[in-house]
């Protein structure tokens, strides 16, 4: 019997006995239809996470104390001799204080939040985007100017409108009241100023203003609480990072105080994390694999026990051991790919719809990513379920003697 033959004859057996085949390919279905479907929405959601954060900057380290006691606070020297560390471009300083109060358009009505105090760099190294007006300046940090940039819903809170540049905001700082002039206004949140992602103090502050005049005004000396570093090389940031707080242990006389972090690290965290949860869903999806390939197998020997006779037949007219074996191992392979096809199909199908439903909850677009690499291992891995399922079944039919299998009723 040539391969055409085989081909052919495999394929009548498959379609003769339709249920039970169907049946058989059931698990292999499920199990590709799953890996596919698990992989594809899992690739979408990592794409569009990182689509909106891409904006983020990764030539950004964060630099923070683990304690506020006063000794290890940060200083304005230190960002002075951070600038100097080869692979640093700028420094920027940030400060924020809490307990303060805004008053509002209305008489008698204030909202409690923070005020925050940085410089002209931290627009640069946040990506900062201004709706109205600017900035605040390196002039304004020298000159420690009463300035300040809102957002527009604390615009709305205190004038009623947001274009109200050049009016004075009125903040309590614990009895002591602070007029400022507001000099721009931020984009919205949903304009993604700052990814709507993160929580930073120009997300949820009532006015950031010149760190210099926050400093004065808390009688703070030049302690900082924050430094925000742009880095030249981002495959240097972990040198980078290391560099940095040895220089602060050093300055301050004291170890393990501060600590570093950056998106550059938070990006590979991140796609570590949904790599390992595609994984390791995908791998208990493959179960089924395992699954389909026992009812493969099962099948395939209920076939031999059917077909004794014509296997008889078979070698009393002069088909080898080989032949017979080699058409059990067909069928078999037949049936995977068969149900690798449909599975691959109804994966692809069901991940469309899951990165649909997943869009809508997540508010914005999800798209499903079937690669081909992911499809030719699935078809590999069902072609190899076919081949070890057909393996023990093929030989057992191999192995019948053509005599006792013609007398098989």
Known sequence: MNLIESITSAAASVYSHKLRSTLTMLGIIIGIGSVIMIVAVGTGVKNSVFNVVSGINQYFIEVYPNTYTWDDLMTLDDAEAIGKIPNVSMVTMLSEWWGLELELRIPGEYEEGSLAGTDNNYM???????????????????????????????????????????????????????????????????????????????????????????????????????????????????????????????????????????????FDMIDGMLNAVTGFVSFVAGISLFVGGVGVMNIMLVSVKERTREIGIRKSLGATNGNIKFQFLLESIMLTLIGGIIGVVLGGLLAILACSVISGLMLTEVIPVVSLPVIAIAFGVSSAVGLISGVYPSAKAARLDPIEALRYE
Request: a negative charge; glycine letters at 6%.
């Open 124 to 266: 640069v190294l946040e990506d900062v985007n201004i709706s109205k007006g600017r900035f605040i300046s390196k002039n304004d940090v020298d000159n420690k100017s009463r300035v300040a940039v809102i957002r527009p819903e604390i615009a709305l809170k205190v004038f009623g409108r947001v274009d109200c540049l050049g009016e004075k905001l009125e903040i309590n700082a614990w009895g002591v009241t602070e007029q400022f002039t507001v000099i721009g206004i931020l984009k919205g949140t949903d304009e993604n100023v700052v990814s709507s992602m993160l929580n930073t103090p120009l997300s949820r502050s009532l006015a950031v203003i010149p760190i210099t005049t926050i400093i004065e005004m808390f009688g703070y000396e030049d302690k900082i609480d924050y430094f925000g570093v742009g880095i030249r090389d981002v495959s240097k940031t972990t040198e980078t990072s290391a560099e940095i707080t040895n220089l602060l242990h050093l300055r301050h006389n004291n170890k393990d105080v501060y600590y570093t972090q950056s998106m550059s690290n938070q």
